[in-house]
């Protein structure tokens, strides 16, 4: 049986990370991102935003025309307003929101159908540890973060007696493009990496691909008892909450 999964924020960082392992694995992947991507024999690209029920009509033809039927469904595309309550405006709200949630509302009402059908498929979302822990800066992106988590557990609920698993996999600082963004964005971005680097009791950012193998492996049939869970991979960053460098002494 052909495996068929696909995969928002595919062009980049987690996401194009995510289909690279899961090629590997052997499925074939319809990604989708704004940025535009050229094919190859194993992963096709559909060129929209998450958000639009256009983009998902597209996607609908592209697994069509393959005859591909989606056991897996993997949600990275994100988007990031730095700003308090009071610096941010409604478009940033609706834009945080339409991105973040809207574009993991959209895929699984498309393809959860069909899972259900088959009577198997896993959902696998991408929180952040900002899911459950606030960070300053950062109201409309904790705020969607949060949402996803509890909107993949009551999936997982509502679901699993008709084979469905629905998991969030919480990443703390990843380096990413959408990261070197926000990076970009600080007064002193040397220094901004360099506390974000000597935060994490591992010393060092998390690479894309070591979250995309915790998405891989919850996509599997390893995975198969796991349904409503968060996964964290943090680098450690979540474990306490006064985490010593080395330099301070002991």
Known sequence: MTKVAVVTGAASGIGAAT???LVE???????VDLVERGASDRAVYVKGN????ATWDDVDRVLAERNWEPSVLVVTAAYLAVGNILDLDEADWDRTFAVNLKGLIRPVRRLLPGMIARGRGSIVTVGSIDSYMAEQGLVSYCASK???????RALALDHARQG?????VCPGVTDTPFFRRHLDSAADPAKFLRVREERNPLGRLLDPDEVARTIAFLASDAASGITGAQIVVDAGLTTGFDFRTGAEGA
């Open 19 to 21: 289909v690279a392992r």
């Open 25 to 31: 694995d052997g499925y074939n992947i319809a990604g």
């Open 50 to 53: 998450v958000a639009e029920e």
């Open 146 to 152: 949060g949402a996803i988590l509890q909107l993949t």
């Open 164 to 168: 469905i698993r629905a998991n969030c």
